[in-house]
RNA sequence: AAUGCAAGGGACCUUAUCGCUUCGAGUACAAUUCGAAGAGGAAAGUCCGGGCAGCAUAGGGCAGCGUACUUCCUAACGGGAAGGACUGAUAAAUUUAAGUUUUUCAGUACAGACAGUGCAACAGAAAGAUACCGCUCCGCUUGCGGAGUAAGGGUGAAAUGGUGGAGUAAGAGCCCACCGCAAUACCGGGUGACCGGUUUGGCAUGGUAAACCUUACGCGUUGAAAGACCAAAUAGGUACUUCUGGCCUCGUUUUUGUUUUACAGAAACUGGUCAAUGGGCGGCUCGUCCAUGACUCUUAUGAGCAGAAGUAUGGGUAGGUUGAUGGAGCACAACAGCAAUGUUGUGCCUAGAUAAAUGAUAAGGCACUUUAUAGUGGACAGAACCCGGCUUAUGAACUUGCAUUCUAU
């Protein structure tokens, strides 16, 4: 699998990114940042695969600059560890940045590993529960 | 030499790997492959000015807002250049002194106070017309009154030219000399602000316009979330065509189809019902009673009204395309100009995203820190339609200027 990064891969529609901060959707917070995501019904055609949004509050780095670098970090780190949700499908997730100081790419990348592990892990049970019903 | 302040240029470079955005090439498209390009001096603040676009708009005036020494530059500006005046500092010259002249540097919302209205705390006698103390004269009751007086005292941010002389009861530009000041006078220089000289004037025309105000000039308004185009699903709108005319059917009659006495459909009659209309009564968002009604009009074809179905179509939402990056463009040279800037020539194409691309990792060079290993790439900060400015932010080192301290001569 290439580790590309296109646009068909990220979240910008604007519906789809209301639906996913409304009330129904299930989160889990992992030091330095917080997980949001959803599974869409699977009749929608339009969006295969998984779509990724990533966000950091403007209340704690003012300057763009820093903003940028952290949403560039986030990037480069799910670019490289994809793999771990290869196969799953109509998931929407969304990445908020809760940290108040800019952290390492070493560490922010090992913790977006363990973020997705348990998400991986948390589909499958989910799909197991259904085919037992 | 050190420290501090201000100004200035400058804002590490090259390559590889994995990715992102745009453009170009190749195959029928997509995916993929190859090649090229990809943040700043302020991209920031959104403070001015313009382009561009929509809307509005006879012409003029009032109001409101802005600007305010002169000339020039510019698409335009509240921006810039050159110059003038004033203020402050600095050094020198001159004068008895006050002051004046010149050098260098810095600063100035720098039009108008004989158009009008207003304002000036406290202090002070008095702040726009004034006598508190003092000085002088006169009167008498001998410590008071009247008159004159801005030389002296004191107050204040500000008190009505300065020095000397003459003069006087005491004084005073009342008069004189020198200095200063004013002038819508005259002469000369300058495009002009203004400058120089002459002459005149005793100089009583106080200050404040970042108070109202007056004068001159400028300003329609909104803002790329503008504007233009394409356009799914769903629900409305419009047009046409067809069908139906409140609902129910125990019963009767007629008629059509199938397979016959049965079944299904249609029409009419009777009956029921009331959700439609009108009226009466009551306990009045309702109930009850009565009447009308089988949608209305027309002799009829048909027309109107309401509903259903079908077809076509307009607007328009999600979404998409465009606007949107070749321009008051950049670099170099020549010429014009003190300069801002302009003209001409040659060469170049240099981000264009849209919930928003420029990142990560490594290697080498370079710079800095450190004895070295090693470390760091340092500040401010991320394009969002595009330009011209202004303002603000900016680490280390370097260059220039100024200030202070120390050392040496």
Do not use: C, W
């Amino acid at each position: 699998m290439h580790k590309t990064f296109k646009k068909k891969e990220r979240l910008f529609k604007r519906n789809l990114i209301k639906e996913l901060f409304a009330k129904k959707s299930s989160y889990f917070y992992l030091y330095p940042f917080k997980m949001v995501y959803q599974f869409l019904p699977a009749q929608d055609s339009d969006h295969q695969g998984v779509q990724v949004l990533f966000t950091v509050p403007k209340r704690n780095f003012k300057r763009a600059v820093d903003r940028n670098h952290i949403k560039r970090l986030f990037r480069e780190a799910y670019r490289n560890n994809k793999h771990l949700l290869s196969n799953k499908n109509n998931l929407v997730i969304g990445y908020i940045y809760t940290s108040s100081k800019i952290e390492e790419y070493i560490f922010l990348e090992k913790k977006l590993k363990q973020s997705l592990e348990r998400l991986s892990n948390e589909v499958n049970q989910a799909i197991e529960n259904e085919s037992k019903i």
